[in-house]
Structures are given as C-alpha cells and as structure tokens.
T-cell receptor, first 117, second 114 residues
Framework: AQKITQTQPGMFVQEKEAVTLDCTYD???????LFWYKQPSSGEMIFLIY??????QNATEGRYSLNFQKARKSANLVISASQLGDSAMYFC??????????????FGRGTQLTVWP | DVKVTQSSRYLVKRTGEKVFLECVQD?????MFWYRQDPGLGLRLIYF???????EKGDIPEGYSVSREKKERFSLILESASTNQTSMYLC?????????????FGQGTRLTVV
C-alpha cells in the first residue's frame, strides 16, 4: 500500500491566488513527521515545511502553510498569493519515528503546479 | 550550509558496465539515502543507511548495491548496468532523530545507459 498519496498529477493556479496541494498518508506509528519539498525545473529539491504528528498547531513558513488533519491522515500544502516562481513539482513525504523503518522517508508521486499570469 | 554532493551531474555508461555513484555530506548526518526519480513515479527509495556499514533495502533494490565505509560517504553501485536503469538518481542525508530531520538532497545524477 502507498504510504503517501498525492492525487493531483497537475494543478493550475492564477498568479496571486491561493492553491491547495493534497496529500494523504498511511501509518500506524503514533510518532511521525510530514514534509513538503519543491522541485523546480532545475532539479534541486528544496525543503519547504515540516509538521510533527504531535504538533498542536498547523505549521506555517511564509506563504506556505500545512493543513494538518490528523484524523483524516491528510497534510495538504497551502500556498498563498501564488507567484510565477512557484511553478514546480511538489512532493509530500513522511518519516516514521519508530520501528524498523526509523529514519526512512516515504515520498508521494508529486504534483506539478503551474502558475499562470 | 548543509552540503550533499554527488560526484557527477551527468553520466553515460554502456550496458553491462559496473557503475559507481558517489555521495558525500558534510553535516555529520546519520541517515543517507539513494532515490531514483522517474516521471510519474516520484521518488523511489533504492537503499538507505542509518550508520556506517549498515544498509537497509528500499522499494527497488534489485540490480543495485550500496557501500557506507565512512559516515559522510554513501555509494550506489550498479553491478551490471542495464537500459532500464537510465534515470535520475538523488542522494540525500538527514539526522536520525529529533525535530529537524528534513532530508537534504544532492543535485542529482542523470544516468543514461546505452
């Protein structure tokens, strides 16, 4: 079974609008971390935001926020006020903190975001 | 700044060759990873290591092996390269535990097997 599911292969948003990229995860570990990465066409992987499973508040980093709904096992990335430079592939990832998979990072298949003027 | 450096940006190898991809990190991270990235498939884990001489299989280890003789270096070995191993290979490192466990990635190696 997929540990991380990103159901949107592609998303389009107009500049200055907000956009939500979906991510659901599957784990029975009570302690885990969730990450979002951005990969522009240059290929580098850029870490954006982190949410711990015990964090009470949703994580925010500038224009990025993570809509964490633990009961639904979802960790959607919200980008506010989109910019042309936000056009990139976005990956959701999860890290379980216990057991034999300690330290392993699971990635989704990614969502290609295109921001148009 | 954290640096993860992969030895080559582009490689072209012949079918059957033994291929070495090298990765070095300078942040004293315990974890190191090798991923393969193909369009539509995201990042798939080949192997990871949480300590020197330790290795764990990921989702697609067949046709690959790894070596971690020093903490800072993690090598991916294609024992006998095949055309279906043409791909982008990404190395990453991270702390083993604690809050700041985001992975830091190298620039990637685009391998073509002909």
């Amino acid at each position: 079974a997929q540990k991380i599911t990103q159901t949107q292969p592609g998303m389009f948003v107009q500049e200055k609008e907000a956009v939500t990229l979906d991510c659901t995860y599957d784990t029975s570990d009570p302690s885990y971390g969730l990450f979002w990465y951005k990969q522009p066409s240059s290929g580098e992987m850029i870490f954006l935001i982190y949410q711990g499973s015990y964090d009470q508040q949703n994580a925010t980093e500038g224009r990025y926020s993570l809509n964490f709904q633990k009961a639904r096992k979802s960790a959607n990335l919200v980008i506010s006020a989109s910019q042309l430079g936000d056009s990139a592939m976005y990956f959701c990832a999860m890290r379980e903190n216990k057991g034999s998979t300690l330290g392993r990072l699971y990635f989704g298949r990614g969502t290609q975001l295109t921001v148009w003027p | 700044d954290v640096k993860v450096t992969q030895s080559s940006r582009y490689l072209v190898k012949r079918t059957g060759e033994k291929v070495f991809l090298e990765c070095v990190q300078d942040m004293d991270h315990e974890n190191m990873f090798w991923y393969r990235q193909d369009p539509g498939l995201g990042l798939r884990l080949i192997y990871f290591s949480y300590d020197v001489k330790m290795k764990e299989k990921g989702d697609i280890p067949e046709g690959y092996s790894v070596s971690r003789e020093k903490k800072e270096r993690f090598s991916l070995i294609l024992e006998s390269a095949s055309t279906n191993q043409t791909s982008m290979y990404l190395c990453a490192s991270s702390l083993l535990s604690g809050r700041n466990t985001e992975a830091f990635f190298g620039q990637g190696t685009r391998l073509t097997v002909v």
